[in-house]
């Protein structure tokens, strides 16, 4: 849908298919799922955040109310909070790439 978009516009469009890929048809996730998805495909942004009291609360609210379910709008605050905190997006700012 996006072959001729921006990295940034082909990166977006990523996660939403992803999120959709996995959601219901009401386009939604538990917060089981979205645990699960989190540390499934996002795995290397959250590896070492274990320790951090941020973090822990985030999966600590995703193991609770497993009724509960997560909009897109949910999701992606979500992994901007946990990109935010990511020790590799450090690395990822100390990356120079060129055109």
Same mark, same amino acid.
């Given at each position: 849908? !996006?072959?001729?978009?921006?990295? !940034?516009?082909?990166? @977006?469009?990523?996660?939403? /298919? ?15 799922? %979205?645990?699960?998805? /989190?540390? %499934?495909? @996002? ?25 509960? =379910?997560? $909009? @897109?709008?949910? @999701?992606?605050?979500? !992994?901007?909070?946990? %990109?935010?905190?990511? $020790?590799?997006?450090?690395?990822? =700012? ?6």
């Amino acid at each position: 849908a !996006l072959g001729q978009g921006s990295e !940034l516009e082909k990166a @977006f469009a990523t996660v939403a /298919l992803v999120y959709n890929n996995y959601a219901d048809p009401e386009g939604k996730l538990s917060r089981a799922e %979205t645990k699960s998805l /989190l540390q %499934t495909q @996002f795995w290397r942004f959250i590896q070492g955040q274990e320790n951090k009291p941020k973090y822990q609360e985030i999966i600590s609210d995703l193991d609770e109310e497993p009724g509960d =379910k997560i $909009d @897109f709008e949910d @999701f992606m605050m979500t !992994l901007v909070i946990l %990109t935010l905190m990511s $020790d590799l997006l450090q690395e990822i =700012k100390n990356m120079k790439t060129t055109k």
